[in-house]
């Protein structure tokens, strides 16, 4: 009977050989070109499929900082109206006084009020009336009683007003309501002549409107879709409801952006909140696209890396991938004892060339057991399979360089107007917010000081601290007499005591050096003439009432998205106050500054400077206005890198930055890999094969992983056992004459 014949031993060695699956040298090198592929085509969309836009994202976010801004300046004013009239009226709580009274006290501390009545809330009978009509009609009051009701919004022959309530104590009618009335107003902020910012209440109404008119029936609709999108829009804990549209290109290319913001704090608790107003802010863009510098760099890139990680792929399974397969195979041979007589055939260089050697020595060993063994190579750095993995580490890296130094340091890239005029009324609405900060600190001294000069100094601390613990914008509020010294103090230490801490009334800065600066307000106590500030008349010198100002308050008013790094800065050009840390009294940081800062003069300023470093945009505005803020001579001054836009060229560039990153990273996961799992354990096995050639029978070999490693890490054990069966048999031999003797 006949029978099949038997295939060679050396075909199921080589089907053998594709095992393992999940181990081994071939995961890591198919890994490798499956994502270098992948990033390839990563790069490609989203470098090389970038369009520009006829509107930059850069524009639209201007708008809606715009009115992010608008919104918190007067979310911040209608609060702080609110406070003030409700402190004013706590002052009579324990002290009723006569309603005009009560009237011509609040008239003479703040002139932000248009009209002020008190009204018995119970029967609506006026006991006392300043300045223009307050209006009432339609108004429920017989339902106040403990609490003063949240400021509304009322309409009157003059326009919509806004009223504020507070309860008063009066000597003859007991509990009444103090009501002011003012009309609601943008902060004063600088528009460029093509924008329009205005606020709207819930129904749509427009309450206020600053910059250019609206006449076209389009943006009246644009208008009314940002609000209606900023009603519906529900922001996470800690954000504001704000955002940005733009709408479609008329026949000049030429489109409407809008930017919106809601005035209400987020999660609504303040007193803005039942207002349900929404600050909107558009302009014209001029429909000029912008422009990439590069603009086949996406798909030249990719390009290129879908041939390198070809080639890298070749590369490794040429070097390292067949040599260590092909040595499994003879392993595995010579422990089968196929054609023993045959030389083993592998690689010449690295960890596979120095076992492969070390095999064909042993084969010569198991041929002839009396052979000598070898001697043991001489030890040295030798790379072996680090050389093909840190050449491919090299390859890698020299296409992902170039991607990972485009950081939009592009002294050519353009800016568009918008943001530039953006970014300089930004910083004017950042001096105007100081500008006010400072001058209603002062209101709050003067409202006080009454109060405070027929005190007692027990009375007197405790309505300090109360005024302290109202706002949050003082460290300190001290009294000093006419020879400097305290008379009551609520909060820090004072800063300067003494007759040189005596001066007139008005902000000022305390000290010129330090580690902190201390910028403060100080109101004399007795009462000066209504003309003195505006004549110059000195006042007198003490006692007075100083209110040292938080560093950290001024900090967080100059901290803004968007905005960049902002200087609140003195007439000699030192640091004042900053968003981030700074030296106190240092110069700015960047030098370009100064320049931006002088051209400024009375009004803002902004301009992009590309020389002495990256490109970036500054701007400058003093704090001007009225009063004594504005004979400090201070000033506002940002800078924000034009990297930080996010514009086209930007963007392409920080998405070739991450295809360079993604390209790393995966040469990174699977190169190391290959060294680790393979390198590794080939470098340890090539020197165990070296010394089991050059005669150590007693070190055991393990194989550490289920991998061709391990393969021919199993295949020299048993031939590192049949060695040493071998000697014991030929030992054996030895002994049988001379015990048979």
């Given at each position: 009977?006949?029978?099949?014949?038997?295939?060679?031993?050396?075909h199921?060695y080589?089907?053998?050989?594709?095992?393992?699956?999940?181990?081994?040298?071939?995961?890591?090198?198919a890994?490798?070109?499956?994502?270098?592929?992948?990033?390839?085509?990563?790069?490609?969309?989203?470098?090389?499929?970038?369009?520009?836009?006829?509107?930059?994202?850069?524009?639209?976010?201007?708008?809606?900082?715009?009115?992010?801004d608008?919104?918190?300046?007067?979310?911040?004013?209608?609060?702080?109206?609110?406070?003030?009239?409700?402190?004013?009226?706590?002052?009579?709580?324990?002290?009723?006084?006569?309603?005009?009274?009560?009237?011509?006290?609040?008239?003479?501390?703040?002139?932000?009020?248009?009209?002020?009545?008190?009204?018995?809330?119970?029967?609506?009978?006026?006991?006392?009336?300043?300045?223009?009509t307050?209006?009432?009609?339609?108004?429920?009051?017989?339902?106040?009683?403990?609490?003063?009701p949240?400021?509304?919004?009322?309409?009157?022959?003059?326009?919509?007003?806004?009223?504020?309530?507070?309860l008063?104590?009066?000597?003859?009618?007991?509990?009444?309501?103090?009501?002011?009335?003012?009309?609601?107003?943008?902060?004063?902020?600088?528009?460029?002549?093509e924008?329009?910012?205005?606020?709207?209440?819930?129904?749509?109404?427009?309450?206020?409107?600053?910059?250019?008119?609206?006449?076209?029936?389009?943006?009246?609709?644009?208008?009314?879709?940002?609000?209606?999108?900023?009603?519906?829009?529900?922001?996470?804990?800690g954000?504001?409801?704000?955002?940005?549209?733009?709408?479609?290109?008329?026949?000049?290319?030429?489109?409407?952006?809008?930017?919106?913001?809601?005035?209400?704090?987020?999660?609504?608790?303040?007193?803005?909140?039942?207002?349900?107003?929404?600050?909107?802010?558009?302009?014209?863009v001029?429909?000029?696209?912008?422009?990439?510098?590069?603009?086949?760099?996406?798909?030249?890139?990719?390009?290129a890396?879908?041939?390198l990680?070809?080639l890298?792929?070749?590369?490794?399974?040429?070097?390292?991938?067949?040599?260590?397969?092909?040595?499994?195979?003879?392993?595995r041979?010579?422990?089968?004892?196929?054609?023993?007589?045959?030389?083993?055939?592998?690689?010449?260089?690295?960890?596979?060339?120095?076992?492969?050697?070390?095999l064909?020595?042993?084969?010569?060993?198991l041929?002839?057991?009396?052979?000598?063994?070898?001697?043991?190579?001489?030890?040295?750095?030798?790379?072996g399979?680090?050389?093909?993995?840190?050449?491919?580490?090299?390859?890698?890296?020299g296409?992902?360089?170039?991607?990972?130094?485009?950081?939009?340091?592009?002294?050519?890239?353009?800016?568009?107007?918008?943001?530039?005029?953006?970014?300089?009324?930004?910083?004017?609405?950042?001096?105007?917010?100081?500008r006010?900060?400072l001058?209603?600190g002062?209101a709050?001294?003067r409202?006080?000081a009454?109060?405070?000069?027929?005190?007692?100094?027990?009375?007197?601390?405790?309505?300090?601290?109360?005024?302290?613990?109202?706002?949050?914008?003082?460290?300190?509020?001290?009294?000093?007499?006419?020879?400097?010294?305290?008379?009551?103090?609520?909060?820090?230490?004072?800063?300067?005591?003494g007759?040189?801490?005596?001066?007139?009334?008005?902000?000022?800065?305390?000290?010129?050096?330090?580690?902190?600066?201390?910028?403060?307000?100080?109101?004399?106590?007795t009462?000066?003439?209504?003309?003195?500030?505006?004549?110059?008349?000195p006042?007198?010198?003490?006692?007075?009432?100083?209110?040292?100002?938080?560093?950290?308050?001024?900090?967080?008013?100059?901290?803004?998205?968007?905005?960049?790094?902002?200087?609140?800065?003195d007439?000699?050009?030192?640091?004042?106050?900053?968003?981030e840390?700074?030296?106190?009294?240092?110069?700015?940081?960047?030098?370009?500054?100064?320049?931006?800062?002088?051209?400024?003069?009375?009004s803002a300023?902004?301009?992009?400077?590309?020389?002495?470093?990256?490109?970036?945009?500054?701007?400058?505005?003093?704090?001007?206005?009225?009063?004594?803020?504005?004979?400090?001579?201070?000033?506002?001054?940002?800078?924000?890198?034009?990297?930080?836009?996010?514009?086209?060229?930007?963007?392409?560039?920080?998405?070739?930055?991450?295809?360079?990153?993604?390209?790393?990273?995966?040469?990174?996961?699977?190169?190391?890999?290959?060294?680790?799992?393979?390198?590794?354990p080939l470098?340890?096995?090539?020197?165990?094969?070296?010394?089991?050639?050059?005669?150590?029978?007693?070190?055991?070999?393990?194989?550490?992983?289920?991998?061709?490693?391990?393969?021919?890490?199993?295949?020299?054990?048993?031939?590192?056992?049949?060695?040493?069966?071998a000697?014991?048999?030929?030992?054996?031999?030895?002994?049988?004459?001379?015990?048979?003797?």
């Open positions: 009977m006949s029978t099949a014949p038997t295939p060679p031993r050396q199921r080589r089907r053998r050989a594709d095992m393992p699956l999940l181990g081994g040298i071939r995961p890591p090198i890994l490798l070109l499956v994502l270098l592929v992948a990033v390839a085509a990563i790069t490609a969309l989203a470098v090389g499929g970038l369009r520009v836009d006829d509107t930059p994202q850069a524009v639209r976010e201007s708008h809606q900082y715009a009115a992010e608008t919104a918190a300046s007067l979310r911040a004013g209608l609060h702080e109206s609110a406070t003030d009239l409700r402190r004013a009226a706590a002052r009579y709580e324990n002290a009723p006084a006569e309603p005009s009274a009560v009237l011509t006290a609040l008239g003479q501390a703040y002139h932000k009020w248009r009209g002020t009545v008190v009204v018995r809330p119970d029967t609506g009978r006026l006991l006392a009336a300043r300045g223009e307050v209006p009432l009609a339609g108004l429920d009051l017989a339902k106040v009683t403990d609490t003063a949240a400021p509304v919004l009322v309409p009157s022959t003059a326009g919509t007003r806004l009223l504020t309530f507070a008063v104590t009066t000597k003859a009618d007991g509990r009444a309501l103090l009501v002011a009335s003012d009309n609601l107003r943008l902060p004063g902020i600088a528009t460029r002549k924008q329009t910012i205005q606020v709207l209440d819930a129904t749509g109404a427009v309450l206020d409107t600053t910059g250019a008119a609206l006449p076209a029936e389009g943006d009246r609709k644009l208008v009314t879709t940002a609000r209606e999108r900023a009603a519906r829009q529900h922001p996470a804990p954000e504001t409801a704000s955002g940005s549209l733009a709408g479609a290109a008329d026949a000049n290319g030429e489109r409407r952006v809008a930017g919106w913001a809601a005035v209400a704090a987020p999660g609504g608790h303040d007193q803005a909140a039942p207002l349900g107003l929404t600050v909107v802010s558009t302009s014209t001029d429909g000029k696209p912008g422009r990439l510098r590069h603009p086949m760099l996406g798909l030249a890139a990719a390009g890396l879908l041939v990680a070809l890298l792929a070749w590369y490794l399974v040429r070097s390292l991938q067949r040599p260590l397969l092909g040595l499994f195979l003879e392993s041979r010579l422990t089968r004892g196929d054609r023993p007589d045959q030389p083993v055939r592998g690689p010449k260089r690295g960890e596979t060339g120095r076992i492969a050697r070390a064909e020595e042993l084969r010569h060993q041929l002839d057991p009396s052979r000598p063994p070898a001697a043991a190579p001489a030890r040295g750095r030798r790379p399979t680090a050389l093909p993995l840190a050449l491919c580490t090299v390859l890698v890296l296409w992902s360089g170039p991607l990972l130094f485009l950081g939009g340091n592009d002294p050519t890239v353009r800016v568009p107007t918008q943001v530039v005029a953006g970014q300089r009324d930004r910083t004017d609405t950042a001096a105007d917010r100081i006010q900060a001058n209603e002062y709050d001294l409202s006080v009454p109060a405070l000069s027929e005190a007692s100094v027990g009375k007197a601390e405790t309505l300090l601290r109360d005024t302290l613990a109202e706002h949050d914008r003082y460290r300190s509020l001290y009294v000093l007499g006419a020879d400097g010294g305290v008379l009551a103090h609520a909060g820090e230490t004072p800063h300067r005591t007759p040189e801490a005596l001066g007139p009334s008005g902000v000022l800065l305390l000290n010129s050096s330090g580690k902190e600066p201390r910028i403060a307000a100080r109101a004399a106590l009462a000066a003439p209504a003309d003195a500030e505006a004549e110059g008349a006042e007198p010198k003490g006692p007075v009432l100083v209110g040292e100002f938080k560093t950290d308050f001024l900090g967080g008013l100059l901290t803004r998205p968007g905005l960049g790094r902002v200087w609140l800065v007439g000699r050009q030192r640091v004042l106050a900053a968003n840390g700074y030296s106190s009294f240092g110069e700015l940081p960047d030098g370009r500054a100064r320049t931006v800062l002088a051209d400024a003069g009375k300023t902004a301009d992009v400077l590309r020389d002495g470093g990256d490109p970036s945009l500054l701007a400058a505005a003093p704090l001007g206005g009225n009063g004594s803020v504005a004979k400090l001579g201070w000033s506002v001054v940002t800078a924000h890198p034009v990297a930080w836009l996010h514009l086209d060229q930007n963007r392409a560039d920080r998405r070739a930055v991450l295809a360079g990153m993604l390209g790393l990273a995966a040469a990174a996961l699977c190169l190391g890999w290959l060294f680790i799992a393979v390198g590794l470098r340890r096995l090539a020197a165990s094969a070296e010394a089991l050639a050059a005669g150590d029978r007693r070190t055991v070999l393990y194989p550490v992983h289920h991998d061709e490693v391990g393969a021919v890490a199993r295949s020299l054990e048993l031939v590192r056992q049949e060695l040493v069966r000697e014991l048999a030929e030992r054996a031999v030895r002994r049988t004459p001379e015990t048979a003797r």
